[in-house]
């Protein structure tokens, strides 16, 4: 299991969901605005757009807050957002990487600065870490949404690179440049997914210890907890004895 989604299974697991899913809901808010500010309102016509809903709907945001979010930008108010990804190595040279959405470039550098200094990391150059990473779309439906046979026909069919089943879930994966379009594919058989997203999956990872471990799962709490860091990712991992005890903590 690779440290991030360990690292957020670990969270789900302590509680928290309603304030971390009015930060989800803002944060969604905030690419919808951007995307729709980019291009054109119309999700047809506009392929960010089109997979920053696919993701808001994912999260079951409001449609409330999806119309809101959209005419923010259609009315010219909107704040001028810029999209930054920092990159980083974190305790125990876990490597580390956060985007962001920010109108003031200094403060939320400043912050994700702070952050990796907080807890032993060090803030590197774009391009430092990234290419232990790839960077892909990923769609997760949950195990109830049929069997893994099912799941996998359907992600073919969708033109999805992988697929990964267990007890929980089905996690599938595509090219970045595809997800909008097989995101809408696997709705179509399979209804709406649990999550769609743009992701940095590792291709190289780093064992840690639980120290170390538990460190970085702070920094990334504190990454997280930023309004202006969008999401963000590691390629840790740790032993099935410490995990369990992480989880237990």
């Avoid at 359907?154 to 033109?159: D, K, Q, V």
């Avoid at 440049?177 to 990872?205: D, F, I, M, Y």
């Amino acid at each position: 299991m690779a440290g991030h989604s360990q690292f957020k299974n670990i969270m789900h697991r302590k509680g928290r969901q309603d304030a971390a899913k009015a930060k989800t809901f803002s944060k969604l808010a905030r690419e919808i605005t951007v995307a729709a500010k980019a291009g054109t309102p119309d999700p047809d016509m506009n392929p960010r757009l089109r997979l920053a809903i696919q993701a808001a709907r994912a999260e079951n945001m409001p449609k409330d807050n999806i119309e809101r979010a959209i005419k923010k930008a259609a009315g010219g108010d909107a704040d001028t957002y810029e999209a930054i990804r920092y990159e980083g190595y974190g305790p125990g040279g876990v490597a580390v990487i956060a985007e962001a959405l920010t109108d003031n470039r200094n403060r939320t550098g400043g912050a994700v600065r702070a952050a990796f200094t907080k807890y032993g990391g060090n803030l590197g150059s774009t391009g430092s870490v990234s290419h232990m990473f790839n960077h892909v779309g990923e769609i997760v439906y949950p195990a109830s949404v049929g069997s893994a046979d099912k799941v996998l026909e359907a992600a073919i069919e969708a033109g999805a690179e992988d697929v990964v089943s267990d007890e929980d879930a089905h996690t599938i994966t595509c090219a970045f440049e595809t997800l909008g379009r097989v995101a809408g594919a696997l709705e179509e058989a399979l209804g709406e997914a649990q999550s769609v997203k743009v992701v940095w999956t590792p291709n190289l990872s780093t064992q840690v210890d639980e120290e170390k471990a538990e460190s970085i799962m702070k920094m990334i709490a504190a990454l997280e907890d930023d309004d202006d860091v969008q999401s963000v990712f590691a390629n840790f991992e740790v032993d099935d004895e410490v995990l369990k005890k992480l989880t237990a903590a």
